[in-house]
């Protein structure tokens, strides 16, 4: 997408400048991270794969990148969190998806997320992750 910016010296001679970049587009990506309880979200460490934990619970965070950003602050975007396959419904913030162990065995969700844009049909991404819960011993 070619922008073309003009500027102009009102303080001085009153000269102007142009300049023209183009300003390449990307393709909408989800991007899971940890978030912490006491440090927030990890940013500096993508989940992506397999991501094993010794914790009885794990949050993750998607971050949604190269969508509008109106379009998201507007609440467009439609998020649809899966768990083994089936849905669910994260909490009051829809970027992030508590996930819990039941009992001392070892044990792993996959977790899929699709992101859709209710305004642009063109922008929409998914992700997946699996998260495995280390034995208790």
């Known amino acids: 997408v070619p922008v073309t910016v003009r500027v102009s010296d009102k303080s001085g001679d009153g ?10 587009t990307g393709n909408p990506a989800l991007i899971f991270y940890e978030q ?8 500096e460490r993508a989940l992506a794969g397999e991501k ?7 949050r993750i965070r998607a ?5 509008s950003h109106d379009n998201m602050v507007n609440g467009d975007l439609v998020y649809t969190w899966k768990k083994d396959g089936a ?6 913030d ?16 996959t977790v899929t997320l699709s992101v859709e ?3 642009r049909i063109l922008q929409a991404a998914d992700a997946r992750v699996t998260i495995n819960f280390s034995e208790e011993q």
Do not use: D, H, M
Not at 52 to 58: D, E, I, K, R, V
Not at 63 to 67: A, L, R
Not at 94 to 103: D, R
């Open 117 to 119: 844009n209710r305004k």
């Open 63 to 67: 971050t949604p990148y190269f969508f």
């Open 15 to 24: 000269g102007s400048n142009i300049l023209t970049q183009n300003i390449l």
């Open 36 to 43: 912490a309880p006491l440090l927030g979200t990890l940013f």
């Open 94 to 109: 829809p970027n992030i998806l508590l996930l819990g162990k039941t009992g001392e065995v070892a044990q792993s969700s």
């Open 87 to 92: 849905s669910v419904a994260p909490a009051l």
């Open 52 to 58: 094993t934990t010794q914790g009885t619970s794990f």
